[in-house]
């Protein structure tokens, strides 16, 4: 089976092939980083248009590497959501179409599902079950995932997202548009212990999150200071040991009550340095095993949806006509059936 993903969630526009027996054939992405710079953040309604503008391009192009054609394709898969709805209507309504017109099926795909199986595009793939630790700009959650459409929330932020923490911290020191990386960036060059942030809801039980006191407490570090000199980047580096110390304890607890021995990072903030490192450390010592994606698909990418597509096809979970894209999809409400 060859599936032709596309994902247009928010700011990127990605297409994949992906074949069941041979892996990925290709893949093609475009980021409208440029775009919105100038905004400080992602304007819904550009982002739609440029979809529009790339999206036809760039499955030309990932046609053409895989070596395919409309009659190799047996079907499309394109994110459903969650996401900016008008992105994601563009997406789906051009994989509908386009498989309406090429008579193959069109499946919309769980964005955080499609992230949740990037690590199998690796050659070390985990296998099931395993924990997962879903963390990016728009969500960070625990999830216990006992095979591909069975997924249990154990933990979640209860207001803002790890990444979208790392955002507007960025944002608060100066950074440019995205602000996550940048930040990261910056606290490699500074100085640990100079800055002490609080490791939100280190001191009760559970497995929940919360962010929003941590970027305030950064806000708080910072008033009143130059932020010319070594300050920016002390300031940096105490909020990501902060976030990563919250996310590697919060990992450690999981495993634990789930007594499993595989977890898979997957998301954006999945890509940082640090927390790689940590989780690396932790995990040795627990016996246990730690997946990523490679970096290039730990943020948005055609790949993980097209791999999720062919997947849930391979399983006998087929899609059905009807336009299903969603701003707000809860990830443990899919099941084993498409939206």
Same mark, same amino acid.
């Given at each position: 089976?060859?599936?032709?993903?596309?994902?247009?969630?928010?700011?990127?526009?990605?297409?994949?092939?992906?074949?069941?027996?041979?892996?990925?054939?290709? &893949?093609?992405?475009?980021?409208?980083?440029?775009?919105?710079?100038?905004?400080?953040?992602?304007?819904?309604?550009?982002?739609?248009?440029? &979809?529009?503008?790339?999206?036809?391009?760039?499955?030309?192009?990932?046609?053409?590497?895989?070596? /395919?054609?409309?009659?190799?394709?047996?079907?499309?898969?394109?994110?459903?959501?969650?996401?900016?709805?008008?992105?994601?209507?563009?997406?789906?309504?051009?994989?509908?179409?386009?498989?309406?017109?090429?008579?193959?099926?069109?499946?919309?795909?769980? &964005?955080?599902?499609? &992230?949740?199986?990037?690590?199998?595009?690796?050659?070390?793939?985990?296998?099931?079950?395993?924990?997962?630790?879903?963390?990016?700009?728009?969500?960070?959650?625990?999830?216990?995932?006992?095979?591909?459409?069975?997924?249990?929330?154990?933990?979640?932020?209860?207001?803002?997202?790890?990444?979208?923490?790392?955002?507007?911290?960025?944002?608060?020191?100066?950074?440019?548009?995205?602000?996550?990386?940048?930040?990261?960036?910056?606290?490699? /060059?500074?100085?640990?212990?100079?800055?002490?942030?609080?490791?939100?809801?280190?001191?009760?039980?559970?497995?929940?999150?919360?962010?929003?006191?941590?970027?305030?407490?950064?806000?708080?570090?910072?008033?009143?200071?130059?932020?010319?000199?070594?300050?920016?980047?002390?300031?940096?580096?105490?909020?990501?040991?902060?976030?990563?110390?919250?996310?590697?304890?919060?990992?450690?607890?999981?495993?634990?009550?789930?007594?499993?021995?595989?977890?898979?990072?997957?998301?954006?903030?999945?890509?940082?340095?640090?927390?790689?490192?940590?989780?690396?450390?932790?995990?040795?010592?627990?016996?246990?095993?730690?997946?990523?994606?490679?970096?290039?698909?730990?943020?948005?990418?055609?790949?993980?949806?097209?791999?999720?597509?062919?997947?849930?096809?391979?399983?006998?979970?087929?899609?059905?006509?009807?336009?299903?894209?969603?701003?707000?999809?809860?990830?443990?409400?899919?099941?084993?059936?498409?939206?």
């Amino acid at each position: 089976m060859r599936v032709l993903g596309i994902e247009s969630s928010c700011d990127e526009t990605a297409v994949a092939v992906y074949d069941q027996a041979r892996g990925l054939l290709s &893949h093609r992405l475009h980021s409208q980083v440029a775009l919105h710079q100038a905004y400080g953040g992602v304007v819904p309604e550009l982002a739609s248009r440029d &979809h529009v503008r790339r999206l036809l391009p760039l499955v030309r192009e990932a046609l053409a590497e895989a070596r /395919s054609d409309k009659a190799s394709i047996d079907a499309l898969a394109y994110t459903a959501g969650p996401g900016l709805i008008g992105a994601l209507l563009v997406g789906e309504g051009f994989a509908s179409a386009l498989g309406m017109a090429w008579g193959k099926p069109a499946l919309g795909i769980h &964005h955080l599902e499609g &992230h949740l199986l990037a690590p199998l595009l690796e050659p070390k793939p985990p296998a099931f079950p395993f924990l997962a630790l879903l963390v990016s700009g728009g969500h960070t959650q625990l999830v216990d995932v006992a095979g591909l459409g069975r997924y249990q929330i154990i933990g979640e932020t209860l207001d803002d997202a790890a990444g979208e923490a790392f955002d507007k911290t960025a944002k608060l020191l100066g950074l440019p548009y995205p602000g996550g990386a940048a930040l990261a960036s910056l606290a490699a /060059s500074g100085r640990s212990g100079e800055f002490i942030f609080p490791r939100p809801m280190l001191d009760r039980p559970g497995l929940d999150f919360s962010f929003s006191g941590l970027k305030t407490a950064a806000l708080v570090a910072l008033r009143g200071r130059d932020l010319r000199g070594a300050i920016r980047a002390d300031v940096a580096r105490g909020f990501e040991e902060a976030v990563v110390e919250t996310l590697v304890e919060k990992c450690r607890r999981a495993l634990k009550q789930t007594g499993h021995q595989r977890l898979v990072v997957a998301g954006g903030v999945g890509a940082n340095r640090r927390l790689r490192e940590r989780l690396a450390t932790v995990l040795q010592g627990l016996n246990a095993e730690l997946y990523f994606p490679r970096i290039e698909f730990c943020t948005d990418n055609g790949a993980m949806i097209a791999l999720a597509g062919c997947l849930r096809l391979a399983a006998g979970m087929h899609a059905s006509i009807g336009m299903s894209a969603r701003a707000n999809w809860e990830l443990d409400a899919i099941g084993n059936s498409e939206p």
